[in-house]
Each structure stands twice: as structure tokens, then as C-alpha cells.
């Protein structure tokens, strides 16, 4: 029973190309975030929702639209793809702040490594 | 804007060692600071969080300190064994809108 799950795994494709990649929550979590790791493994913030509504958006050009048909997917499109976007993005979800002790964290899927050629 | 900094960036030490990783951050008005650990190709762990009211917290052979006013946290680890290689990542949460800001990390290696 995956808490956080992303597809593909594994993404392969050329510049200039549009690809979307899918995150599930089967957490009951209202908040959902999209993170992009770099080569050099910096782990940062790029988009949150609350609820279907967007809450973050960390300065992320406008080729990349997050979609989020019910709070329990938050969806990464990515228009016309560039070789600076090969990195691997994490989606995440987390309970409301205040719900107690270690709930206050994040729960992480297992990543998608995109690889633009 | 919250900056957290990690240092260094790697650590190579032998097995049974006991360990500090440091954590620094640059805004004090966080909700709570956690550690995360990542292996390789894998996704991230959450090992400890500590609210920003707490000093400590422990699990296992995993010991984190916060001190809040002056920006720092340690994480130390007992009697390092080699399956505590991975990348040691510290993240702070601020409570306005939920943002976690990660610091780059500390690869740790523990060699046999």
C-alpha cells in the first residue's frame, strides 16, 4: 500500500517534447508538493496545494503547470522540454500543521527521473 | 528567505564511529526542523522532527538537537554501521504556507 506513488519511474525524452508526470496520495492529505532535485541533489521546492488550490509557486517558469484534478493527485506537466530539466522531481503530501508531533511532516514518493536528451 | 547550509557536503568514516552532522538556517521563526535520510535512486525517510518548542529528539541510535535561537541543529549517530551509508538530509518547515527548505545534504559512507 504505496503512501505516495509516481509514474513513470523513469522518463526518456527529447528537447522541445511536452511529458506529464502523475502523483497519488492515498494519505487523506490535503496538501500536495512538487519538489525538483538537481545533479548536484539539492532538493527544492517548486509548487504546493492545499486543496486544489495553489499555495506555492517558487518563481518555476510557466512550462511547467501542476494539475490537481481532487486533492489526492497533483499532476506535473511540463511543456517544451528543455536539457535543464533533467532532474528528478518529487511529489509529497502532508497532513494539516498541528495535527501533532511527527505528523507535522512530509510523506515523499519515490521520485521520477526525467532525462531530457 | 530561509537558507539552510550543511556542512560538508561528505563524510567517510569507520564502522562503530559515533558521528555529528550539522544543520545550520538562517530564519529562526521555523515550525519544526526534521531529518530526512536518502538512498541512492530512492526517495526520502523522514528520521526525526523536532518542533520548534522541543530541544531534542531520539530514536534509536539517531539523537537530534535543535537550538532554535542561534540557527543549528545536529544530528548524531551511535556506533555507525555501513548500512547508515546515505545522504543526511535537514529541512526546516515554516508555518505560513508549509514550506520545507532543504539544505544540499551530507553523504555519509561507513566503511567496514
Known amino acids: 500500500d504505496t503512501a505516495v506513488s509516481q509514474t513513470p519511474k523513469y522518463l526518456v525524452t527529447q528537447m522541445g517534447n511536452d511529458k506529464s508526470i502523475k502523483c497519488e496520495q492515498n494519505?487523506?492529505?490535503?496538501?500536495m508538493y512538487w519538489y525538483k532535485q538537481d545533479s548536484k541533489k539539492f532538493l527544492k521546492i517548486m509548487f504546493s496545494?492545499?486543496?486544489?488550490?495553489?499555495?506555492i509557486n517558487e518563481t518555476v517558469p510557466n512550462r511547467f503547470s501542476p494539475k490537481s484534478p481532487d486533492k489526492a493527485h497533483l499532476n506535473l506537466h511540463i511543456n517544451s522540454l528543455e536539457l535543464g530539466d533533467s532532474a528528478v522531481y518529487f511529489c509529497?503530501?502532508?497532513?494539516?500543521?498541528?495535527?501533532?508531533?511527527?505528523?507535522?511532516?512530509?510523506?515523499f514518493g519515490p521520485g521520477t527521473r526525467l532525462t531530457v536528451l | 528567505k530561509q537558507e539552510v547550509t550543511q556542512i560538508p557536503a561528505a563524510l567517510s568514516v569507520p564502522e562503530g564511529e559515533n558521528l555529528v552532522l550539522n544543520c545550520s538556517f538562517t530564519?529562526?521563526?521555523?515550525?519544526?526542523l526534521q531529518w530526512f535520510r536518502q538512498d541512492p535512486g530512492k526517495g526520502l525517510t523522514s528520521l526525526l522532527l523536532?518542533?520548534?518548542?522541543?530541544r531534542e529528539q531520539t530514536s534509536g541510535r539517531l539523537n537530534a538537537s535543535l537550538d532554535k535561537s542561534s540557527g543549528r541543529s545536529t544530528l548524531y549517530i551511535a556506533a555507525s554501521q555501513p548500512g547508515d551509508s546515505a545522504t543526511y538530509l535537514c529541512?526546516?518547515?515554516?508555518?505560513?504556507?508549509?514550506?520545507?527548505?532543504f539544505g544540499k545534504g551530507i553523504t555519509l559512507s561507513v566503511r567496514p
Open positions: 494519505l487523506g492529505h490535503d496538501t
Open positions: 529541512a526546516v518547515l515554516t508555518g505560513a504556507n508549509s514550506k520545507l527548505t
Open positions: 523536532i518542533q520548534s518548542s522541543q
Open positions: 496545494y492545499n486543496n486544489k488550490e495553489l499555495i
Open positions: 530564519d529562526s521563526a521555523i515550525y519544526n
Open positions: 509529497a503530501s502532508s497532513p494539516p500543521l498541528g495535527s501533532g508531533g511527527a505528523g507535522d511532516t512530509q510523506y
